[in-house]
């Protein structure tokens, strides 16, 4: 069942979340150096302190991972995801028209709904997964978070890993990091293959130059 929020009864025009006390305190935190089971402690004392504020509850779902706490990383991202997104949606389950990543009040909300998208794609929910992205794409359309390459990947029939092998840079200096120019050229050379998904994008793009 699509998540609504029967106490909004028009579309948000543009949201900007409001300022987090906990968040200057989050971004402090995940600087310092501290184990695992101290982190743990941290972030659940933010979550008490702030169950608004979404950044610590990943935070939370990679400790457990780690420690092979699936099906409990599992609900708390979950929990994260249906919290952030019941802030945005209207009584009809519609985003708001814009919500840009540049104002940083949103990324803790968007970065929650986004990993809850990965989830579904790592599941094989692959129409969950699209429904997100795609609605990330329309709000978000500068897509800071990269979301056309996953819906493309997606619409092409790749796994997270299949996919994320395929552009991982070759360069010990950025382990771990995709190869942007590689992915670029990827895009460019398949999107139009989906022009139900990107034809919107791509024209948007030229008129911008």
Request: charged share 35%.
């Amino acid at each position: 069942m699509p998540i609504k929020n029967p106490r909004r009864k028009k579309q948000i025009t543009e949201f900007i979340d409001k300022d987090h006390r906990v968040m200057s305190e989050y971004y402090d935190l995940i600087e310092r150096d501290m184990s695992p089971g101290k982190l743990l402690k941290e972030m659940k004392r933010l979550i008490a302190e702030d169950k608004d504020f979404y950044d610590p509850y990943l935070v939370v779902a990679d400790i457990l991972f780690s420690t092979g706490k699936t099906d409990e990383a599992n609900k708390i991202i979950k929990t994260a995801y249906e919290g952030a997104l019941q802030k945005i949606v209207d009584a009809e389950g519609r985003w708001p028209k814009e919500m840009l990543w540049g104002w940083m009040e949103n990324r803790h909300l968007m970065r929650a709904i986004e990993r809850y998208a990965f989830l579904c794609w790592e599941k094989g929910n692959t129409e969950e997964a699209l429904t997100i992205f795609r609605n990330f794409l329309r709000v978000n359309p500068g897509d800071n978070q990269g979301v056309r390459n996953y819906i493309l990947a997606i619409r092409m029939g790749l796994d997270i890993e299949k996919w994320e092998r395929q552009f991982l840079a070759n360069n010990p200096v950025f382990d771990g990091a995709l190869d942007a120019i590689k992915l670029h050229d990827w895009f460019k050379n398949n999107a139009k293959k989906f022009p139900d998904d990107f034809d919107w994008l791509l024209k948007r793009w030229e008129k911008e130059g």
